[in-house]
């Protein structure tokens, strides 16, 4: 059967909705493939850090936000999503295929969250004194649950500390390891830079501003004088430290993590709130594992945020639609 004009443009809508989606160094580690009336979402594993992500978790968590994006298109556009997840064992790269099944009118919540789409940023230093509050705290970890996944907002001072002082080891050895260091300044846009993927170099401050307890940043500089406006991230305060886990820590629950990451960012995103991340403490085994045994009662921690207010307005890029999108 022929598929329909209609059709197809929402499944382009889809794409571009997908590349909008965060992922580890701006990487983009996916491509699409529209054919007829389906839409493929799959993992390029040239695009995975071979040294960071040796597993493909960190690839897998940012295609399933690319998913969460693709899902929110089809229903804002009037179509209820059909997802299939990892739907052929033999064709490991392949994340999810979907259809624009029947009609629907989308609801407000779909609509508020696709439009925060590209307007959502990650922030890379301190956030202002201004509070999140409780009720959007909670709200936030209900969407967390409705993908399988929990987030653990982190609130005793001692855990805090845990977590910042092992995120600081974490970056302290990454900045040791030489490949790994490189393998992380290999993603990083040097200022003017034309390319369409990493991190660009006006996302972090020129002089990283010291919160109190400290989370470290990643070093994209690597050495250069590069980074944005000191301005814009003047702000101090460490926000709320949360965890996202899943209780399972196989490919499926990794492509569920990142529909539970995009689905948070974007409710807190409409309501003012940012995230910074921190996640070199997770690319290495034993101190995964022992966040998991000591802060998340046995889970498996997929990320490490802060949830803040900020300023800033950071810019970002993506590959355009014509080097992600195959069409058959
Ligand atoms: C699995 C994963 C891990 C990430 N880890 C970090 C991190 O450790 N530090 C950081 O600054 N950003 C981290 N990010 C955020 C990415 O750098 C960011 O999504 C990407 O650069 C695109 O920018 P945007 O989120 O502003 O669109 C991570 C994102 C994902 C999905």
């Known amino acids: 059967m022929e ?16 590349r909008w989606a965060p992922s580890v160094h701006n990487t983009q580690p996916w491509s699409f493939v529209i054919d007829g009336s389906e839409l493929a979402l799959r993992a390029d594993d040239e695009r995975r850090l071979r040294l960071g ?23 804002a556009l009037g179509h209820e999503p059909v997802v299939r997840v ?8 392949l994340v999810a295929i ?16 696709y439009a925060e789409i590209e307007r959502r940023r990650t922030h890379r230093a301190g956030f202002t004194d201004l509070p999140v509050p409780d009720r959007l705290l909670r709200a936030l970890a209900a969407r967390a649950g409705t993908e399988d996944a929990h987030l ?50 006006t996302g972090y401050p020129r002089e990283p501003r010291v919160t109190r307890p400290h ?12 980074g944005g406006d000191d301005d814009q991230f003047f702000s ?31 409710h807190a995103c409409a309501h003012g709130v940012s995230a910074a991340f ?26 490490i945020m802060r949830l803040g207010v900020t300023f800033d307005g950071s810019s970002a890029v993506r590959r355009p639609v014509g080097d992600i999108l195959d069409e058959r």
Not at 4 to 13: D, F, H, K, M, Q
Not at 167 to 189: N, Y
Not at 254 to 261: E, I, S
């Open 98 to 113: 979907v259809r624009a099944g029947q009609a629907v009118t989308a609801d407000d919540d779909t609509r508020l969250l």
């Open 3 to 18: 598929t329909s004009p209609e059709i197809t443009s929402v499944l382009r809508a889809a794409v571009e909705a997908g």
């Open 236 to 266: 101090t305060s460490t926000g709320v430290v949360a965890i996202l886990t899943t209780s399972g820590d196989r490919r499926p629950d990794w492509v569920g993590a990142g529909q539970a990451l995009q689905r948070l960012l974007l």
């Open 215 to 226: 989370f470290a940043q990643r070093d994209y500089a690597h050495g250069h004088p590069w």
């Open 152 to 201: 653990h907002l982190v609130s005793s001072e001692a855990e805090t500390r845990i977590l910042a002082q092992i995120t600081g080891a974490a970056q302290d050895a990454l900045s040791r390891d030489r490949p790994a260091d490189l393998e992380v300044a290999r993603w990083a846009r040097r200022p003017g830079s034309g390319r369409t993927d990493g991190v660009p170099a």
């Open 53 to 75: 992500d040796a597993t493909g978790r960190q690839m897998l968590i940012g295609c399933g936000a690319a998913l969460l994006n693709v899902r929110l298109a089809l229903r």
């Open 278 to 303: 921190h996640t070199q403490a997770l690319e290495n085994p034993h101190l995964r594992a022992f966040l998991s045994e000591e802060l998340c009662a046995g889970r498996h921690p997929q990320m």
């Open 86 to 93: 990892l739907p052929d064992p033999d064709r490991p790269v």
